[in-house]
């Protein structure tokens, strides 16, 4: 391989991924580890038509924003990408990312940027996907978060956005799967905090096992899980396969796993592969703004689409008449039944499974109407609800929801969304701004209010 190749580049902006953007002899260069206004000189890493890749390898002027990561890991380690730009400049980069999905892709502009939604910044993770992989090369047997833009396991020995409770099992999981008959056969550890009933964490571990553990595999496993007070749950299949192996004695008490949302006095029990929001302090602000985005009445009926186990709809059957709560999954569908039972919400909430990823204009019709929405799709977006909505506002407007909120985890198909219910629907963007739900990553989360222009 010959000499590498260095650029001397002045970094303008940041792209969605988290890294600089420079132009070199009229190329747009993409530079890792690169921040606004600085001045690197950067190793070019690929070339491609249409632009380039590089990477930091000196920083000529330093933007007043760097920060020193706090993990030792960080640059190797996929798991988090800004910990080089001060925190509250990150929320500021994800606030502007936003802006400019909305106004490049949908053509919108909010009336009012809300406050950005921001919690901790360190130890958030109440949720992760842990990839384990046997590497004798590497000393055995590695747990963590994959390398950055690779399949291989990053070399952990800690992690600061992981909850603390697991953050300090990655060394101790390290060694009891190096010590398991079926090392090889583990691909991934998922891990989930709630708050257990008797106070306190609760910390589920689900083991993907690819084939049947051994007796001494068992006994390890228990011993591991009474000995680290956590709950062990294995997966043989996908994830409703799931089963409780032990709890977090060594018994076989009913899983403890759960969140409360206090101001509403709503209690969420899951099962560790549940979706729920990685973020549990954040969640807690959202919910509340959501439902004071959304003003619910005491006579409204209220649509909450892609409903999770209830995450939105329980606070806001405490607010309205009755909560409709729609899903894809009918497992989270009966999860979020049942949570309406134990909060004695079921007289004022329903949940159904329907796919709305085809919803059209006459199934959302045959829903009935809806005095207001709530609309928390995964990263695809919710084009085809959007698209039902603005078409019964075009065709009878007193009939369309006077209130839509957005929760999004992707900007580009809030964007594509919001420029259906404004120029098709005749709806006007009242408000967005950015949730915080991933500090230290590129991840953006926001919320948007959309109002019926004559509501």
């Not at 403890?256 to 929001?277: C, I, K, S, W």
Request: glycine residues 8%; charged residues 20%; hydrophobic residues 40%.
């Amino acid at each position: 391989m010959g000499e590498p190749v260095r650029l001397d580049l002045d970094i303008e902006s940041l792209d969605l991924e988290a890294q600089g953007v420079a132009h070199h002899d009229g190329k747009v260069v993409f530079v890792s580890g690169g921040l606004p206004g600085e001045r690197v000189r950067a190793i070019l890493r690929r070339r491609k038509p249409r632009f380039d890749t590089a990477e930091v390898e000196t920083v000529l002027r330093e933007s007043s924003q760097r920060a020193r990561p706090r993990c030792p890991h960080f640059g190797v380690c996929g798991g988090c990408s800004m910990q080089h730009l001060d925190p509250l400049a990150q929320i500021a980069v994800k606030q502007r990312a936003l802006e400019d999905q909305l106004h490049h892709l949908g053509k919108v502009s909010p009336e009012i940027m809300l406050r950005p939604i921001a919690g901790p910044a360190w130890g958030y993770r109440y949720r992760a996907r842990l990839s384990v992989r046997n590497v004798p090369k590497k000393g055995g047997v590695l747990v963590g978060f994959h390398e950055r833009g690779s399949s291989y396991v990053a070399d952990m020995h800690e992690c600061h956005v992981l909850h603390p409770g697991v953050a300090r099992l990655l060394m101790p999981l390290r060694a009891l799967v190096s010590a398991l008959s079926l090392r090889d056969r583990l691909p991934q550890i998922e891990v989930a905090v709630g708050e257990a009933h008797s106070g306190g964490a609760c910390i589920a571990l689900v083991f993907r096992v690819l084939q049947e553990p051994t007796d001494d595999d068992l006994f390890l496993l228990r011993q591991f899980a009474q000995t680290e007070t956590v709950e062990l749950w294995l997966q043989r299949a996908g994830p409703d396969s799931i089963e409780l192996l032990c709890d977090r004695y060594g018994g076989n008490s009913p899983s403890e796993l759960g969140y409360r949302l206090a101001e509403f006095n709503v209690v969420m029990p899951y099962r560790p592969t549940d979706f729920t929001q990685v973020n549990h302090a954040v969640n807690e602000v959202l919910v509340r703004r959501a439902v004071a985005l959304l003003e619910p009445a005491a006579s409204d009926r209220i649509a909450d689409l892609f409903c999770g186990l209830g995450n939105f709809s329980l606070p806001l059957a405490r607010r309205a008449a009755q909560v409709v709560g729609i899903e894809g999954s009918a497992t989270l569908v009966k999860r979020a039944s049942e949570n309406a039972v134990l909060n004695q919400l079921e007289q004022r909430s329903s949940f159904s499974a329907r796919n709305l990823f085809t919803l059209d204009d006459a199934a959302w019709q045959s829903l009935g109407h809806f005095d207001r929405v709530l609309i928390d799709p995964p990263r695809e977006g919710a084009l085809e609800v959007c698209k039902a909505i603005a078409a019964q506002a075009t065709r009878a407007s007193h009939e369309a929801p006077h209130r839509i909120v957005y929760v999004s985890c992707n900007p580009a198909t809030l964007a594509r969304d919001a420029g259906i219910l404004v120029h098709l629907g005749g709806y006007r963007l009242l408000s967005a701004g950015a949730v915080n739900m991933f500090p230290h990553t590129s991840h953006v989360e926001s919320i948007a209010v959309f109002d019926r222009l004559n509501g």
